[in-house]
């Protein structure tokens, strides 16, 4: 049995109500956005009870929304100079805050339900803490132990409730959380031979940052219709 | 009360049967292991936050480098959740071009799979049998792609080109002969399609030959037959896919289950185990073999008689062909558009998935509307499965730690990522 998208959607809302809220997607796809203190309730919610039966957390993905929507060249009009390819961009380091912005880190859970056939994507913020912190669906869903050790190793997000929470893909000993935004493309330190100590050092990185193809966002409309969409039309 | 001794053991991250870099450090107790601590990361690329960096088509190839040895699945994952955020579908023929080479991709797959698997637990004649069965898989890789390997095939809205009417050939040289070279051509006188169309008629038999050297093996079995048991609920648990998830006796294959492409129109099983253990694996991804060989003949089929375009013509965001740009004026402008910014695509979110030859595949992709993904993330299904592999090993000897990471039909290229 298949459940439909719309069919599942009315039954969290009668369950849940206003816990959880619903974001509007292009794709046909069902995402619901709630309070990363609800989670553990929803999540065990969502797990048991035969109307959802979720009985697999297929990914759990780390989200920096840092630079969402902003631009590197503008398009708008006609720019007297070209685009620099030895674009200068001044590292954002918030890492020292008191307090991220509310809605920069999120924490995005794709659930597959193989009983109903049926997938759900749950998002959380992770709130103005610095380091933020929410909730590990470990004991609910075991296969969260890697994909929250790699979400906090990538995004420095912790996970209260994990049984061990190490780093993961990063090598021994690294520093920072490279899949912030902050955090430079070519990454802050490199390795190199050292003839004099006779061993591997560390330095800080000696090649220059580059863009090659500058960030642009066109919306113009040009997919409208492919999409069935009447607002690009104006 | 006795004294309890457990050691810790280094094993890799340089080691033949780790299937790359895996570092695992046992706790073990005599030759019986306690735990066992996967250490992951050492091939780690930060391909997503790569992928963030640069347009998207430029992003295809990269994806080739995840899981090496099925390359054009991990494209066919990133294709699908662009065309999802797009909106568009390929057209008919492009679709089954992709299933075709889906399935050529998980016998590519599984072939590697077995011969290693069975080479650490000690089967060597089975490795020469499997390689001498996916050069001829990646001729057909190079025909269509020009590079044995890392394809860079499939484009958001089809397929790069349609399958060449001729086959590469071997030329003499001092090594090999006129004669011997006359006879290594002789199946590559036809098409791409010809040449599939014999290798789906000796297939068969060639997995025949695996199983008389496995299947009943005494030694085989002894290595294979209840080590590292998953339950079916404990594979749901740990987010097992694909064979490893069918083999504790779940039947769920996203071909099947949520049909992208064209596989609804396909005639194939799903195998399934049940024990849950190495041995049914084993059987469930020989069966496969046989089922994947059968859809590609159905494949063959179909694009013999249905010839048709094989990209959509939509110039906003496929580029128009090397002829049409060097007499069109518009044409160069959409090449040049395409080439040095890209398309950009609507702000929004997606997640598509497919039947990877390890397991659901899946990309998640954050768009806000700009000619670069904002956020790529690759759910690997090997990463889960290595996940379990503490949970897997506990209380089985040192030797079947090398019976189980070859069950799980890891590479690292996805799992580091």
Known sequence: ?234 | MPEIQTFTMNFGPQHPAAHGVLRLVLEMDGEVIHSADPHVGLLHRATEKLAESKPYNQSIGYMDRLDYISMICNEHGYVLVIEKLLGITPPIRAQYIRVLFDEITRILNHLFWLGAHGLDIGAMTIFLYCFREREDLMDIYEAVSGTRMHATYYRPGGVYRDLPEAMPKYQASKWRSKKSVAKLNAIREGSLLDFIDAFTVKFPACVDQYENLLTDNRIWKQRTVNIGVVPPERALQLGFTGPMLRGSGVEWDLRKKQPYEVYDQLDFDIPVGTNGDCYDRYLVRVEEMRQSNKIVKQCVDWLRENPGPVMLEDRKIVAPTRVEMKDDMESLIHHFKLFTEGYCVPAGEAYAAIEHPKGEFGVYMISDGANKPYRVKIRAAGFAHLGAMSEMVTGHMLADVVAVIGTQDIVFGEIDR
């Open chain 1, 1 to 234: 049995m298949s459940l439909s998208n719309e069919t599942l959607a009315a039954r969290i809302d009668a369950r849940f109500g206003q816990k959880l809220t619903r974001v509007d997607s292009t794709c046909g796809e069902l995402t619901y956005q709630l309070d990363k203190d609800d989670l553990i309730e929803v999540a065990r919610a969502l797990r048991d009870e035969p109307d959802f039966h979720f009985e697999m957390l297929i990914d759990v993905c780390g989200v920096d929304y840092l630079t969402y929507g902003s631009d590197e060249w503008t398009t708008q009009s006609a720019a007297g100079s070209g685009y620099s390819r030895g674009v200068e961009r001044e590292p954002v380091i918030l890492d020292e805050a008191d307090t991220f912005d509310p809605e920069r880190f999120a924490v995005v859970y794709h659930l597959l339900s193989l009983r109903n056939n049926a997938r759900l994507r749950l998002r959380i913020f992770t709130g103005d803490a610095n380091p933020p912190i929410v909730k590990s669906v470990v004991d609910i869903w075991n296969s969260a132990n890697w994909f929250e050790r790699e979400a906090f190793d990538l995004f420095g997000i912790l996970f209260e409730g994990h049984p061990d929470l190490r780093r993961i893909l990063t090598d021994y000993g690294f520093i920072g959380h490279p899949f912030r935004k902050d955090f430079p493309l070519i990454g802050n330190v490199e390795v190199t031979y050292d003839p004099d100590k006779g061993r591997v050092v560390y330095q800080p990185v000696t090649i220059e940052p580059r863009t090659l193809v500058p960030k642009v966002i066109r919306d113009d409309g040009q997919y409208s219709a492919a999409l069935g969409d009447e607002a690009g039309d104006a």
